[in-house]
Every structure is written in structure tokens, then in C-alpha cells.
């Protein structure tokens, strides 16, 4: 007896836009038209996790960082860290220690100014439903100048924090096994702290819009990939938000604690990876909860829900009231990532202040080594949440095995689990689709700021299609893995 298979139809967004690299959404629709399923597939192969094998362990922190042009300062830092345990470097001096963390705080800064103003803010200025052509960075220039050129000059200021810690603006060299490779000068010091207290009224400022944004439509984010999850961060050991070191913290849905102040060299023992045949990109999972429930959310929002506060006062005061709104509780909604984001800027300007006024950073003490290791991890809270780096050497310095569990892996699950809940409330049942309603399906994606080109590599097979095809064009042969394509393998 034959059983004939419901009919599906599938929709594409190709690409997603306003994020960081190639990726595409594929919405699978039933006969009446509900939405039976959504995915989000990374779509583009880039394969560093292989071809750094061979390069010296003091390459690592220069080379990965050409994973992306928008964090490279995130993947430098984490490789300098992973490499600090592989060269004995267990406490660093302070000079380096402050010298890295102002540079990240530089780079939080920049590229959480650049999300918001740039990527984020036409949606939340001009609203969802907003024609294609008016939902852009041009539109908010013309229609909200003052606010456009705060963005501009934010993100400014943050690249040259790293311009004078990394010696370069995008893919720098200063974070070096066991330290850094140059202080900072009076001339710089001062030349940053002309800048300071401006930014500080403009990233108050920045809070404040996301904020309202949150509060005034707060009926819509209640509604919009609101979801239950765990979420994932380092944090400070009394506590306290720390971008830069801490141990792993996890927490349910509830608040309560799956596992914390992990030491993250024993990362493996906590998290585990798998692959899925329709994306270049893994999906991790907390080994205690197993696959099905294990997944968990990274990033501003998790960071904040997992800390118990902010050690710089304006960012404090603003956490409080952050996490009011839901009585204390773990706050799940997506569209709240703004909100949360904006208050790490507010944070990292902070920061970056405190930094600039402590003489450490003149010090001459740049580099410390000790008894070399042949297997390090470096962990860092990157602009979009904890960033993994672990890599393996052997005797001749040589890297033999290298992994990346980036912020956007991390929330593979729960960007999935976004657009499924996005598509379904608003286009299921709807006889015609419109391209506002697709833009919903990419705000809820935007709303995890993803950098879908850190994101690009695989487990597994190559994922490489070779096809054989007879002189009249007929194919004989295909060896394709469907990696990437919108329906798996039968």
C-alpha cells in the first residue's frame, strides 16, 4: 500500500542579512501552510581548525584572528591565552594582563556599537514591517543624525583603543605567548582619555534607547523567540561580570546552577559538540544534560543572567534594573540581547576609564614564561559570548591539533530554536508571505549579533561534492554529504 507523503514547500532567505557573513534561513511549510519547521543553515566552509596544523604555537594568535574582520581581537586574545598555558605563563604580569584586557574592553566596545547602530538599529527605529529600502544604516543617518554619529564616533574611539594595545586597528600583534609586546605610552594614555568622559554620556545614552526600545514594545519581545534555555558564561570568582578571565559558570532556566567556576582547561569534560547534516556549523551541549536538553544561549544576555553583578557603578545601577524586569528571575528573551548588549558598552567604557588612569600600563615587565605544556585553552567572553580556543603542540612548537567553539556555535541551538518560533507566529496559516514578515525571521537572527564566518567549519567528512558526468552531461556519480543544502539526506 502506498502512503503518499505530505506535501512541503519551502521558503528561503538567502542571504540573512545585515550579519556578519553568508548564511540562509529555510522555512518548511505544510499544505495549509503552517510552518512545519525553520533552519538556520551557515552556508560558506572555511577551514582553519585544519590548515593551522603545522604553524608555530606563537603564530596562533595572529593567524586566527583572520577568521573575521569584525572580532579578530576576540580570537587573538583567546589564542594568546591558550598559548600563555602551553608556554608556563600562569600568572602574567600585570602590565600585560591590564594591557590585554584594555584592548578587549576596546573591542566589546566596538563591535557591540557596531551591531546595534549599524546592524540592529534600522529594525528597531523604523519597525519590522518597514519597507525594505528604509530598513538601513542611510535612513538612520538621515532621519536620526545625532544618534548615527554617536554610533560613528563610539566605535571610533574603540578601535583606537585597540590601535594603541594591538599596534593595529583590525588584526593586530600585540597579545604574545606569555604577554604583550608593548605598553602603553603617556602620549596614548592621554590622548584616550580626551575622549573619555564623552563616551560614557553617549554609551549611557545607548542603554537608554535600548531600554525604552525594550519597555515600550515590551507586549512584542515577550512574544518574540521568548524561550526557556540554559546559559553559559564565564564569570569572576565573587561573582562579578569579567569579559576577559573567570571560571565557566552554567544555569537552568530557573537561575539555578548546573556547573560553576569550572576551570576551562576541563572544558571537555562539561561540554560536548555534534554535527548535523544540513550546516557547516556544530552544535554544542552540556554533557550532564545530554543532547536533547543539554543546549544553552551565550552571550550578553546569558552573561548578565548569570552574574551576580557589575563592578563599575553606571553598569551596575543599569544591570539592576536589567534584571527587575523579570523579578530576578533569567531573562530568556531574545529581543533583550539589545538591551543587555548596550549595557556591556556602558561597562567596557567604564573599564577602559579605570584602565587608562593605573600606571601598570607604562610598566616594562611585558612577558613571563615557565614549564612548557603540550595542550592549553584559552577562553574569553568575545562581543557575542564565550569563545573557546584549545589547542595541542608538540616538542617542535608545532600545532597538532587545534579546535574553536565560537560564540556563534555556542548559539546554534538557540538561533535555531528563534526563527522556528518567529516563523511560526508569524507566518503560519498565511495564505500570501510578504517580505516583512521574512525580515521578522532575520531580526530574531540578528538579535544574537551572529558571526557566521567564525562560525564556518566542520567535524567530520570534508564536505566536499566531486560529480562524474558521461559525455552527453548525464551525471554518473555524485559523492554529496547534502552539508548545507535545506533537506537531509534520506
Given at each position: 500500500m502506498n502512503?503518499?507523503?505530505?506535501?512541503t514547500r519551502i521558503v528561503e532567505i538567502e542571504p540573512v542579512t545585515r550579519v556578519e557573513g553568508h548564511g540562509k534561513v529555510t522555512i518548511h511549510l505544510d499544505d495549509d501552510n503552517n510552518v512545519a519547521e525553520a533552519r538556520l543553515h551557515i552556508v560558506e566552509f572555511r577551514g582553519f581548525e585544519r590548515f593551522i596544523r603545522g604553524r608555530l604555537l606563537w603564530e596562533a594568535p595572529v593567524i586566527v584572528q583572520r577568521l573575521c574582520g569584525i572580532c579578530p581581537v576576540s580570537h587573538h586574545i583567546a589564542a594568546a591565552k591558550a598559548m600563555d598555558v602551553i608556554v608556563g605563563a600562569d600568572v602574567l604580569p600585570p602590565t600585560a594582563e591590564k594591557m590585554r584586557r584594555l584592548m578587549h574592553y576596546g573591542q566589546v566596545m566596538q563591535s557591540n556599537v557596531l551591531h546595534f547602530f549599524h546592524l540592529s538599529s534600522p529594525d528597531l527605529l523604523f519597525g519590522f514591517d518597514a519597507p525594505r529600502g528604509k530598513r538601513n544604516i542611510f535612513n538612520v543617518i538621515k532621519e536620526f543624525p545625532d544618534l548615527a554619529k554617536q554610533g560613528v564616533l563610539m566605535r571610533k574611539y574603540g578601535q583606537e583603543v585597540i590601535l594603541h594595545t594591538a599596534g593595529k586597528k583590525i588584526h593586530g600583534t600585540g597579545a604574545i605567548p606569555g604577554g604583550i609586546n608593548k605598553n602603553l605610552s603617556l602620549q596614548e594614555r592621554d590622548l584616550l582619555l580626551q575622549d573619555i568622559e564623552q563616551m560614557k554620556v553617549w554609551a549611557k545614552g545607548a542603554v537608554d534607547v535600548a531600554k525604552r526600545y525594550t519597555?515600550?514594545?515590551l507586549s512584542q519581545v515577550e512574544q518574540f523567540a521568548n524561550f526557556n534555555s540554559s546559559h553559559l558564561s564565564l564569570v569572576r570568582e565573587d561573582g562579578a561580570l569579567d569579559l576577559y578571565h573567570g571560571g565557566l559558570r552554567a544555569t537552568d532556566a530557573a537561575g539555578n546552577i548546573i556547573f560553576d567556576h569550572v576551570n576551562y582547561q576541563d572544558f571537555n569534560d562539561y561540554i560536548m559538540e555534534e554535527v548535523r547534516p544540513w550546516s557547516y556549523m556544530k552544535f554544542p551541549f552540556i554533557k550532564s544534560r545530554g543532547a536533547l536538553d543539554g543546549w544553552y544561549r551565550v552571550g550578553p544576555l546569558s552573561r548578565?543572567?548569570?552574574?551576580?553583578?557589575?563592578d563599575t557603578p553606571m553598569a551596575n545601577a543599569e544591570h539592576k534594573e536589567f534584571r527587575a524586569l523579570t523579578h530576578n528571575k533569567p531573562n530568556h528573551m531574545s529581543l533583550a540581547y539589545h538591551w543587555a548588549r548596550m549595557i556591556e558598552v556602558l561597562h567596557c567604557v567604564e573599564k577602559i576609564h579605570e584602565l587608562l588612569l593605573d600606571?601598570?600600563?607604562?610598566?616594562?615587565?611585558?612577558?613571563?614564561?615557565?614549564?612548557?605544556?603540550?595542550?592549553?585553552?584559552?577562553?574569553?567572553?568575545?562581543?557575542?559570548?564565550?569563545?573557546?580556543?584549545?589547542?595541542?603542540?608538540d616538542k617542535n612548537d608545532q600545532i597538532t591539533y587545534?579546535?574553536?567553539?565560537?560564540?556563534?556555535?555556542?548559539?546554534?541551538?538557540?538561533?535555531?530554536r528563534a526563527v522556528t518560533d518567529v516563523a511560526k507566529k508569524y507566518l503560519s496559516?498565511?495564505?500570501?508571505?510578504t517580505e516583512g514578515m521574512l525580515n521578522h525571521v532575520e531580526v530574531a537572527v540578528r538579535a544574537y549579533d551572529p558571526c557566521?564566518?567564525?562560525?564556518?567549519?566542520?567535524?567530520?567528512?570534508?564536505?566536499?561534492?566531486v560529480e562524474l558526468?558521461?559525455?552527453?552531461?548525464?551525471?554518473?556519480h555524485s559523492n554529496s554529504q547534502h552539508m548545507g543544502q535545506g533537506i537531509p539526506p534520506d
Open positions: 502512503i503518499d507523503k505530505p506535501k519597555l515600550e514594545h548578565l543572567n548569570n552574574v551576580a553583578f557589575i600606571p601598570d600600563l607604562q610598566g616594562a615587565d611585558l612577558r613571563v614564561t615557565g614549564e612548557r605544556r603540550e595542550e592549553g585553552v584559552g577562553v574569553i567572553e568575545a562581543p557575542r559570548g564565550s569563545l573557546f580556543h584549545h589547542y595541542k603542540v587545534c579546535n574553536l567553539i565560537v560564540s556563534t556555535t555556542h548559539n546554534n541551538n538557540g538561533m535555531n496559516g498565511k495564505k500570501r508571505i557566521l564566518s567564525c562560525a564556518t567549519h566542520a567535524l567530520g567528512q570534508m564536505p566536499l561534492t558526468f558521461d559525455a552527453d552531461g548525464t551525471l554518473v
